[in-house]
């Protein structure tokens, strides 16, 4: 079974492929966008084991971002934000309350995170192999600075694989739900790979052994994702 019935998880009706894709047309306002739907999660809630377990998958996706989706839109009622796309609302989010901050950058971050993920074998393209090796000299060193990173981020956050406005890629970390289309971090540009370092996405399995966690994530990145990611930045 590839996908699984969500119906019951999330109470709304299964989201066809056009509804998913809905979440990344950044264009439309937001409250519109997600207003009516939840995404579809990819594949199964076993799909990454053993590199993720099952349960984790289910708690992270029927629970947390579903949690992230809701609050989203609550504190987007009544607020100009709903009128934005999303990413002029990441660009100044520092206008905003914290809780439109924090729960729309969790809700947004973790659909990156899902679909940056995938239980096939897949590799990065040649391009994006040329900017990587360019931008850190080769592919095992920018692992080495992504799991640094990942593991390094004191508390809750993110880490990330990000282009620049150049084309160049480079790596960061965030805390909390902050991402790199934000006016509150320091390293800004499009989003290319993500990891959700907070211990809800690991200590079910890992418990304190972030490292671990860290440097399995490279078995279930979905190469495909980010390479079609990088050409559409
Ligand atoms: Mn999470």
Redesign the pocket.
């Known amino acids: 079974m590839k996908r699984r019935n969500f119906i019951a998880l999330v109470g709304t009706s299964i989201a066809a492929a056009p509804v998913w894709a809905n979440v990344y047309n950044i264009q439309n306002p937001i409250q519109k966008a997600i207003e009516s739907t939840f995404p579809e999660l990819p594949y199964a809630y076993n799909a990454l084991e053993p590199t993720i377990d099952a349960k984790t998958m289910e708690i992270?996706y029927s629970k947390?971002?579903k949690a992230y989706h809701t609050n989203f839109l609550a504190a987007l009622k009544d607020s100009p934000a709903a009128e934005l796309d999303l990413k002029s609302l990441f660009a100044e989010i520092s206008k905003y309350s914290p809780a439109i901050r924090n729960n729309g950058g969790?809700y947004y971050?973790?659909s990156l995170?899902w679909e940056n993920m995938s239980p096939a074998k897949t590799n990065p393209s040649v391009v994006l192999k040329g900017v990587i090796e360019k931008s850190f000299g080769s592919v095992d060193k920018f692992k080495e600075e992504f799991a640094n990173a990942a593991k390094k981020q004191f508390g809750s956050g993110w880490a990330w694989l990000i282009a620049g406005k150049d084309g160049q890629v480079f790596v960061s970390s965030t805390s909390n739900q902050d991402n790199p289309l934000m006016d509150v971090v320091e390293k800004k540009g499009t989003p290319l790979l993500c990891l959700?370092v907070?211990e809800?996405?690991y200590y079910l399995k890992y418990q304190n052994r972030r490292a671990e966690y860290v440097d399995n994530f490279w078995n279930v990145v979905n190469w495909d994702t980010v390479n079609k990611r990088y050409e559409n930045r």
């Open positions: 992270h947390h971002h969790g971050n973790h995170f959700d907070w809800h996405a």
